[in-house]
């Protein structure tokens, strides 16, 4: 994610929505499936990270850390794909129907904050986008590992680097596991355990 997440926003979007949500929790390794539903739903998470996957040709749009709102749009406009919430860590927070989403935006004129979120999740797709699409594997493993080098040190330490960028890229576990061996030997990643401790510097090309 490369542009700032718009936090004041989510605020204004939460304290809105929260009185209306029911409360989860779900734990680490848990699959969320929305179009289980009954009716669309927006999913507000208030702790923890998901990972947002397509069902169909299973690929990794992207990990989101709390907090994050999945759906917000999802009652104007419902999706063509199904994709499912994948728990990376243990999470808390509500979901509530999509159509009352719409009906508090409008009663409490919170537009502007869910323009300014949908436009933050749209920059993130359009960033994983130009990272993956017509691209060398090499590129795109080194894009994912950048990626990874901003989460936080207890995110990393919960996801595999290797299954990670397979879920995100789709290339095979075979060329991965070179790339990756090359880089460490070459000192330009720590890994312990399977797990990216740090980047040192990353090699524009392979």
């Known amino acids: 994610m490369i542009n700032t997440q718009p936090v004041d926003e989510f605020h204004r979007l939460n304290h809105r929505l929260m009185p209306s949500g029911t409360p989860f929790e779900y734990a680490q390794g848990s699959v969320i499936v929305p179009e289980e ?6 999913y507000v998470f208030l702790e923890g990270a998901i990972a947002l996957e397509r069902q169909n040709n299973p690929l990794l749009l992207g ?11 999802v009652g104007a406009m419902p999706t063509q794909e199904q994709y499912h919430l994948h728990v990376e860590t243990a999470c808390r927070g509500y979901h509530l129907p999509a159509s009352t989403t719409l009906q508090l935006l409008e009663k409490h004129q919170l537009w502007r904050d869910a323009f300014y979120w949908m436009t933050w999740q749209h ?12 691209t060398s594997s090499y ?15 207890a995110l990393r330490a919960r996801i595999g680097v290797m299954a990670y960028i397979q879920r995100r890229t789709l290339i095979s576990r075979s060329v991965i ?9 070459g000192d330009y990643i720590r890994m312990e355990k399977g797990k990216l401790v740090c980047i ?5 090309d392979y």
């Open 37 to 42: 539903c009954s009716e669309p739903r927006t």
């Open 63 to 73: 990990v989101v850390a709390s907090p994050g709102i999945v759906g917000l749009g």
């Open 123 to 134: 920059r993130a797709l359009e960033a994983r986008d130009r990272q993956l699409i017509g």
């Open 139 to 153: 590129a795109q493993i080194r894009a994912t590992l950048l990626t990874m080098a901003k989460w936080d040190a």
């Open 177 to 185: 596991a070179e790339v990756l061996a090359a880089l460490r030997q």
């Open 200 to 204: 040192n510097r990353l090699p524009l």
